[in-house]
């Protein structure tokens, strides 16, 4: 497995922004498309988006899209989650994760998951 830190994550009034890192360790995370979910208070952990291992095709939950942005830089060994329209309904611990098989979407088809950074959003 690989190790996965997150970070970035705060406080932000709603209609700003915010930039999640989330840094890797080891040699083949260049191999792996990664994805960032979130999880609020008393809800499941839900998909926000993922990467291809290449960077070349990007997924989003609809609830996100438009307003995120996902990205990665293999020679940092980093993906990054750039958010911007911040609304309350954001607000959530963000974990990122990698994906070792199946859907893009779907939490059981990644492992690796770091200990999350929590984003903040007030109305």
């Known amino acids: 497995q690989v190790q996965l830190v997150e970070s970035g994550g705060g406080l932000v009034q709603a209609g700003g922004s915010l930039r999640l890192s989330c840094a890797a360790s080891?040699?083949?995370?260049?191999?792996?498309?990664m994805g960032w979910f979130r999880q609020a208070p008393e809800k499941e952990r839900e998909f926000v988006a993922a990467?291809?291992?290449?960077?070349?095709?990007?997924y989003y939950a609809d609830s996100v899209k438009g307003r995120f942005t996902i990205s990665r830089d293999n020679a940092k060994n980093t993906v990054y989650l750039q958010m911007s329209s911040l609304k309350p309904e954001d607000t959530a611990v963000y974990y990122c994760?990698?994906?070792?098989?199946?859907?893009?979407?779907?939490?059981?088809?990644?492992?690796?998951w770091g200990q999350g950074t929590q984003v903040t959003v007030s109305s």
């Open positions: 994760a990698r994906k070792t098989r199946g859907s893009y979407s779907g939490t059981e088809n990644f492992d690796s």
């Open positions: 080891g040699r083949t995370f260049g191999n792996y498309a």
């Open positions: 990467i291809s291992w290449g960077g070349g095709s990007t």
